[in-house]
């Protein structure tokens, strides 16, 4: 017999294979199994540390604050044919690459060098403004904080807040208490026929104001301070919140636009308490408009012209900064208003913006009045060297967007609102005995059908 179509089979050689076999898909199934686990307490972790810490400083400062969405854009360019480019300037480019690794290997921001030692330092870096959205128009330096002149420091208590003065005889500015101030009301613009444009502007939506009113510029003031301050409307911010309210108003959203000058009005004036007398203003708006949900603080930077403008097709614009509060609570829901305006400034003029910022009380008041509406943002439109052609340019820039982001969110609230069904009982008219509408309920029905049509278009048009 040949051998050759025999093969000896070693039982136990045979044996000792299935067994290291499945002694292998038992390490590869605990493997599996305590990587299973460990990632499902992780993302439990996650969502308790995002339900207990409502900070948005551990959540997302850091690396995520400095990709746009271009560097995603560049990156589906390079899988998807003809994907429509934007006019931002390229993420990809060497110079982004290279500090965006070495940032990520090092935790050392090369535009920063104080980051080398922020992290050796205790409280170095803390209390520094953090980017929550990063703008097309640079990250280069955060907002600076505004300080008084001489003239709206009524007295020097080294920063520290005690009981505020009374504002027109009330006690605390901060409390819901008390008298307060009157807020003037934008004159409603004439209907320009669009689509969006309300029946009245009388009702207000949009509350325009200034926590710091006195925050002026160079060349509206004929100056060259480090620190331009004036009272006069025409020659401060109030005078850029009048092109947005005047915008707002045009585009048929009833716009308050409040010109309190609390340096002039309020007895023993203090700077410190800037954001607590506004917010009397915020307050007394709210009160005797039901209606009103967007809350505006328009301010301006501190820093010069060369950080605070840019040249889109030619024309030179005043940059903005979107500021939140670290302090408040629900910043996720302000932060979120605040990322639709952000985002519609990338789209349409892609550098104007230069991002999202968050400060905690150690920068400033901390809070900013945001946790009285989820729409409310402080804004910083230019800075000190800004001229009024380039103010008014962003001013009715910010306007035109953020009418069109009331619009839609008008739209949202319309589709998600519930449907309310008539009774048929409260609409149909009398019926004669034979089922038919008596002669005088159906002549009734149809007069008031023809008068109700009649005034439609007319409602429409005032």
């Known amino acids: 017999m040949n051998k050759k179509w025999f093969q000896l089979w070693n039982i136990g050689r045979l044996r000792g294979k299935v067994l290291d076999v499945l002694s ?3 390490t590869m199934l605990l493997l599996a199994g305590g990587s299973l686990v460990f990632f499902m307490l992780l993302g439990a972790g996650g969502i308790a540390g995002q ?17 746009s969405s271009g560097f995603f854009m560049e990156i589906l360019g390079m899988e998807v044919p003809h994907l429509p480019q934007g006019k931002e300037a390229e993420e990809l480019s060497p110079k982004n690459v290279t500090s965006f690794v070495f940032q990520l290997l090092t935790s050392v921001n090369p535009g920063d060098p104080k980051s080398l030692l922020a992290r050796e330092v205790p409280g ?8 929550l959205r990063k703008g097309s128009g640079g990250v280069a330096g955060a907002p600076a904080d505004y300080h008084p002149g001489t003239d709206e420091l009524a007295s020097e208590d080294g920063g520290q807040e005690h009981d505020p003065p009374a504002i027109n005889g009330t006690e605390d500015p901060g409390s819901d ?3 307060v101030p009157d807020v003037p009301v934008a004159t409603p613009s004439p209907d320009t026929g669009g689509d969006n444009v309300p029946e009245d502007t009388s009702i207000k939506r949009v509350l325009i104001y200034h926590s710091h009113p006195r925050e002026a510029f160079n060349p509206l003031l004929g100056a060259q301070s480090d620190n331009p ?8 911010i109030m005078l850029v919140g009048s ?3 005047k915008r707002l108003e045009e585009h048929g959203v009833g716009t308050i636009h409040s010109q309190e000058d609390y340096a002039t009005k309020v007895k023993d004036y203090k700077w410190n308490f800037s954001y607590k007398y506004s917010r009397i203003t915020v307050k ?5 408009n039901d209606q009103l949900t967007d809350l505006i603080d328009i301010h301006r930077d501190s820093q010069r012209h060369g950080k605070t403008t840019t040249v889109i097709d030619g024309k030179s614009y005043a940059q903005v900064y979107f500021i939140l509060g670290h302090e408040n609570k629900d910043w996720k829901k302000n932060e979120a208003f605040a990322n639709k305006i952000h985002q519609e400034l990338e789209k349409s003029y892609p550098g104007l913006s230069r991002g999202i910022w968050g400060k905690t009380s150690s920068q400033g008041n901390g809070e900013y009045n945001q946790s009285l509406s989820p729409n409310s943002v402080l804004i910083e439109v230019g800075g000190i060297d800004n001229t009024e052609e380039e103010l008014k340019r962003t001013a009715e820039i910010l306007g035109d967007i953020i009418a069109d982001v009331y619009w839609k969110n008008q739209k949202a609230d319309k589709v998600d609102a519930p449907q309310t069904v008539t009774s048929p009982a409260t609409t149909a008219p009398a019926a004669q005995p034979g089922g038919e509408p008596s002669g005088d309920s159906a002549k009734a029905t149809g007069e008031a059908g023809g008068e109700a049509a009649g005034k439609a278009p007319a409602n429409k048009a005032s």
Request: charged share 15%; hydrophobic share 40%; glycine share 10%.
């Open 177 to 179: 208490e008390g008298s």
């Open 24 to 26: 292998l898909g038992r």
């Open 284 to 288: 007394a708006a709210l009160a005797g």
């Open 243 to 245: 092109y947005i309210a």
């Open 51 to 67: 339900k207990l810490n409502s900070s948005p400083i551990p959540s997302m400062k850091g690396l995520a604050a400095s990709l």
């Open 229 to 236: 301050s004036s009272s006069l409307p025409s020659k401060n």
């Open 124 to 131: 170095m870096g803390s209390d520094d403004p953090f980017l």
